[in-house]
């Protein structure tokens, strides 16, 4: 069984551009959420995708959005980067949206932002 | 407002001694409780959790929590400390409405760094 995937590992861009993180969620697992974690702090939620559908956004301005693909691998894109957006993008798949089932996260994508 | 709160950013133990890592919460119905580990480099690992039912959670590799409501804590426990569990652990809450209903948001604490001397 394959775990979470996340692809780049690394990225580096600059102020402005634009970026899109990928993440293969694991088999059998129909929902993706989408976490930012800032050095030496906690995972922040962006989003939820479940089946393809926005299921729950946090509290990110819209120049982060997402996709979740019919076989359930999701992108998290981020448009006009700016430096705070410098962190590790998680992301994490689950067998549905419910809180009782575990949320397997993948090593995370680190961008830096200059 | 809803918060999570880890009170210590960094603790060090000796290699065989017990742990204790402090989480408490402030939500109006008793959220869905865990606690995660993080070793550099590497994604979060779910160590255990809590629903309902006994406020003594067992989970992996040896770390038991357990569930006080009337501190509004969710404190992680581990009698014997290997110099492998140094890592960075979370705290985390998905929080309910007054039914119980949750939607899978985790908010997460700022974290503890445990170190473990030899």
């Known amino acids: 069984e394959t775990g979470v995937t996340q692809s780049p590992t690394h990225l580096i861009k600059t102020r402005g551009q634009q970026v899109t993180l990928r993440c293969s969620s694991q088999s059998g697992h129909n929902t993706v959420s989408w976490y930012q974690q800032a050095l030496g702090q906690g995972p922040q939620f962006i989003f939820q995708y479940y089946r393809e559908e926005e299921n729950g956004r946090g509290n990110f301005p819209p120049r982060f959005s997402g996709l979740q693909f019919p076989n359930y691998s999701s992108e998290l894109n981020v448009n006009a980067l700016e430096l705070d957006d410098s962190a590790l993008y998680l992301c994490a798949s689950s067998f549905d949206w419910q809180p009782y089932n575990e949320q397997f996260f993948g090593p995370g994508t680190r961008l830096t932002v200059l | 407002a809803q918060s999570v709160t880890q009170p210590d950013i960094h603790i060090t133990v000796s290699e065989g001694a017990s742990l204790e890592l402090r989480c408490n919460y402030s939500?109006?119905?008793?959220?869905?409780l865990f606690w995660y580990v993080q070793s550099p480099g590497q994604g979060l690992q779910l160590l255990l959790k809590?629903?309902?039912?006994?406020?003594l959670v067992q989970g992996i590799k040896g770390f038991e929590a357990e569930f006080k409501r009337s501190q509004s804590s969710f404190n992680l426990r581990k009698p014997s400390v290997h110099w492998s569990d140094a890592a960075e652990y979370f705290c985390a809450v998905a929080p309910t409405n007054a039914g119980g209903t949750s939607y899978g948001k985790l908010t997460f604490g700022q974290g503890t760094i445990l170190t473990v001397h030899p």
């Open positions: 939500y109006g119905a008793t959220p869905y």
């Open positions: 809590y629903f309902s039912g006994d406020t």
